[in-house]
């Protein structure tokens, strides 16, 4: 059973950067494709970014150029890089490892507010 636990999220100003990571217990966290999700209140989860198995990485429209996907083997984690950040990013972000089974995370609270 693999267990993912978020952690970095919190307040920060419009323009601002954060960092978010993703640690990963009871499996291999490079032997799985992982994405980064988001979610709003009263609002499906929304995928930003994607980072496979084989390192391809995908960006959601909204958050290319602003966010980076990163995976760390040795550290066997995640990270997301988020900077210019918008009031439009505050969400729950949450970490998702998947291959023939699905996992996620707790998720984090970002807020982007002034």
């Known amino acids: 059973q693999v267990r993912l636990v978020e952690s970095g999220g919190g307040l920060v100003q419009p323009g601002g950067s954060l960092r978010l990571s993703c640690a990963a217990s009871?499996?291999?966290?490079?032997?799985?494709?992982v994405d980064w999700y988001r979610q709003t209140p009263g609002k499906q989860r929304e995928l930003v970014a994607r980072?496979?198995?084989?390192?391809?990485?995908n960006l959601a429209g909204s958050v290319t150029g602003r966010f980076t996907i990163s995976r760390d083997s040795a550290k066997n984690t995640m990270s997301l890089q988020m900077n210019s950040l918008k009031s439009d990013d505050t969400a729950v972000y949450y970490c998702?490892?998947?291959?023939?089974?699905?996992?996620w995370g707790q998720g984090t609270q970002v807020t982007v507010s002034s």
């Open positions: 009871g499996g291999i966290l490079s032997l799985f494709n």
């Open positions: 998702h490892a998947w291959l023939l089974q699905h996992y």
């Open positions: 980072i496979m198995r084989d390192g391809t990485t």
